[in-house]
């Protein structure tokens, strides 16, 4: 059973940059996906990036060229750069497990981090 611990949430204003981080332990064998959601008040649970095993990354259109996700496999943790932040970005956000490829999709999911929130002042 994999656990994911997030961290790095907090309260920004517009136009700055937060990191947050994601560990992953309880698992034999690595996920083949891992992914950063997000969910504001009153919306959908939206995959905002992912990352496979081998690197390949992939972005929801509203944050390319701002959201960088990466990962370290000997730390077994992902992270999620966010710069340029907006209010539309604000929202609590999930680390997730998936052992299929393109995992920004939560049918895809097979394992949620608790959240960590992150507001975004204008």
């Known amino acids: 059973q994999v656990q994911l611990v997030e961290s790095g949430g907090g309260s920004v204003q517009a136009g700055g940059s937060l990191r947050l981080s994601c560990g992953a332990s309880g698992y034999t064998r690595s996920p083949y996906c891992m992914a950063w959601f997000r969910q504001a008040p009153g919306k959908e649970r939206e995959g905002v990036a992912d990352?496979?095993?081998?690197?390949?990354?992939s972005y929801v259109d509203s944050v390319k060229g701002r959201f960088t996700i990466s990962q370290d496999n000997a730390k077994k943790t992902i992270y999620l750069e966010m710069n340029s932040l907006k209010p539309e970005d604000a929202g609590m956000y999930f680390c997730a497990a998936s052992p299929f490829s393109g995992c920004r999709q939560q049918q895809y999911i097979a394992a949620w981090g608790q959240g960590t929130q992150v507001t975004v002042s204008s």
């Open positions: 990352i496979r095993s081998d690197g390949l990354t």
